[in-house]
């Protein structure tokens, strides 16, 4: 006797979509990210903030399972408030780093920036062509807000607001850009 499964899209794998980048400058570094949750082809939250606080000026740009992602910045969180109470400190962002990435190999690597989630295939191009050794924090924003919004046009998993995260020595400051003020591309 045959069992019957279900439909076949139950034992799909659900694709997950977003668009986020960082990128650094002397003193410190610009995040950002869209705001829209997706689960296939439906958008399940228009407005979730993708910048995860997991100190004090320490950032981590969420993508993947929006459960996973949450839950495993939530454990981190609360690891690094353990550490700098054992050493009375502020942690490293090598501390957060090594708690979030683990490989078999165990690679971290320091990089002027980055981009990642489904969005950041569309703007590839624009970073390698747009991006210069020695930008300003202002430039930097500028930068992250200009990427987000070429992905946010072009692909369908991205979208909704901007959220952009600077951090330098003296604290962090954060910003949403609605879409309707995100700049355009294109002759409409």
Known sequence: MLEETGPEWLSEEVKTGTTIIAIEFNGGVVLGSDSRVSAGDSVVNRVMNKLSPLH???YCALSGSAADAQTIAEMVNYQLHVHSLEIDEDPQVRSAATLVFAT???LL???PFAVGGS???Y???FVDAEYRKGMNKEECQQFVVNTLSLAMNRDGSSGG???IVSIDEHGTEEKVILGNDLPTFFDQ
């Open 56 to 58: 004090d000026k320490i």
């Open 104 to 106: 078999l190999n165990g």
């Open 109 to 111: 690597t320091r990089q």
């Open 119 to 121: 969005g950041s295939s």
């Open 123 to 125: 703007v590839y191009g």
């Open 161 to 163: 607001v901007a959220y």
